[in-house]
């Protein structure tokens, strides 16, 4: 089946510690997203990138970096310079163009040791 | 920018009934609009979207109202089931940006 898989669904951090969270799709989309979800709030955007070699900031892209060498996969980096990483990340893929709904993965848990 | 609310932020009706969940947004150049569900311990799962050109789209037992006038949008449910109970996101996007903003949520549930 198509769809997103992020990777892994649980992870714990320690202070001064940078950690990767997964993302891959196999929908053949060129657009993917990471979102940051705190409790009983909205999504907020952290990075996007619309096509390989190619990403820009979101709204709270401060401590942390992406990568997109691969169409299918776009990994974020939480590094020990965001200092309240405790949240549920997001990330999401799309066709390009306008008015195309953003299909999402089931979301990875980081929290703090 | 734009800025999104939801109107409530839990709603409970009793099973079989209608559900109504409004969002209201900011930026009257907002001409994307599409509606999450979202499951405890899952990512939010596509419901239906609008584009402004239109004003009602209905789907499977959902029906989305947009009203441009007062930047205004809701999402009906009909025949309302235990397995609608969620979180509701209602998502934003204005021209050629393919950003969404997001709203808060609302928790839905469903009584016996």
């Known amino acids: 089946d198509g769809g997103i898989t992020q990777s892994p669904k649980y992870l714990f951090r320690k202070e001064g510690q940078n950690v990767t969270l997964s993302c891959e799709q196999n929908?053949?989309?060129?657009?993917m997203y990471w979102y940051r979800q705190d409790p009983g709030q909205g999504l907020r955007l952290i990075y996007y990138?619309?096509?390989?070699?190619?990403?820009q900031k979101g709204d709270i892209a401060e401590g942390y970096s992406v990568s997109r060498e691969k169409k299918e996969s776009f990994p974020l980096t939480v590094t020990s310079a965001q200092k309240n990483p405790t949240a549920f990340y997001l990330c999401?893929?799309?066709?390009?163009?306008?008015?195309?709904?953003?299909?999402f993965g089931d979301g990875t848990r980081l929290s703090i040791l | 920018g734009e800025s999104v609310g939801l109107h409530l932020p839990t709603l409970s009706v009793q099973e079989g009934d209608n559900s109504i969940i409004n969002c209201a947004y900011s930026?009257?150049?907002?001409?994307?609009f599409i509606w999450y569900k979202q499951e405890s311990g899952k990512g939010p799962q596509f419901i239906i979207d609008?584009?402004?050109?239109?004003d009602k789209r209905q789907g499977q037992r959902v029906t989305v109202l947009l009203n441009k006038t007062v930047k205004h949008l809701s999402l009906q449910i009909a025949a309302t089931q235990p397995g609608d109970s969620a979180v509701y996101f209602c998502?934003?996007?204005?021209?050629?940006?393919?950003?969404?903003?997001f709203g808060s949520g609302t928790q839905l549930t469903v009584l016996p």
């Open positions: 998502a934003v996007a204005a021209g050629s940006a393919r950003q969404l903003t």
């Open positions: 609008i584009r402004s050109n239109m």
């Open positions: 990138s619309q096509i390989v070699n190619d990403f």
């Open positions: 999401a893929s799309s066709l390009q163009g306008e008015s195309q709904p953003q299909h």
């Open positions: 929908l053949n989309h060129d657009a």
């Open positions: 930026n009257s150049a907002s001409d994307y």
